[in-house]
């Protein structure tokens, strides 16, 4: 069993920052893929940042040069800092993460349980 805790949300107003994390706990041979995702009332969830074991990271275009993906092999915690913060970024946020238990065990997926981001004036 994997848990994932997310903390850092809030209600902000536009152009402020907020920076959520993320720390997985539970029985952990190692964690691959890491990513954040997001969803608003009434949309789908989407993919809004990812980070490979190496260091690789992919962002969605509407969040490129303001978002910042990151994170620490040692904690198990990923982190998303967020910059210059719009209205159409309010949604929930959730961190996910692939993870293997040992080396031969298949990968598993686990979900943090959201937390709210609001950008209002």
């Known amino acids: 069993q994997v848990q994932l805790v997310e903390s850092g949300g809030g209600f902000v107003q536009p152009g402020e920052s907020l920076k959520l994390s993320c720390a997985a706990s539970?029985?952990?041979?190692?964690?691959?893929?890491m990513g954040w995702y997001r969803q608003a009332p009434g949309k789908q969830r989407e993919l809004v940042a990812s980070?490979?074991?190496?260091?690789?990271?992919n962002y969605l275009d509407s969040v490129k040069g303001r978002f910042i993906i990151s994170r620490d092999n040692a904690k198990n915690t990923v982190y998303l800092q967020m910059n210059s913060l719009k209205p159409e970024d309010t949604a929930v946020y959730y961190c996910?993460?692939?993870?293997?238990?040992?080396?031969?065990?298949?990968?598993?997926?686990?979900w943090g349980q959201g937390t709210q981001v609001t950008v209002s004036s």
């Open positions: 996910n993460a692939h993870h293997r238990s040992t080396l031969w065990s298949p990968i598993g997926t686990s």
């Open positions: 539970g029985k952990i041979f190692s964690i691959n893929d």
């Open positions: 980070i490979t074991s190496a260091g690789t990271t």
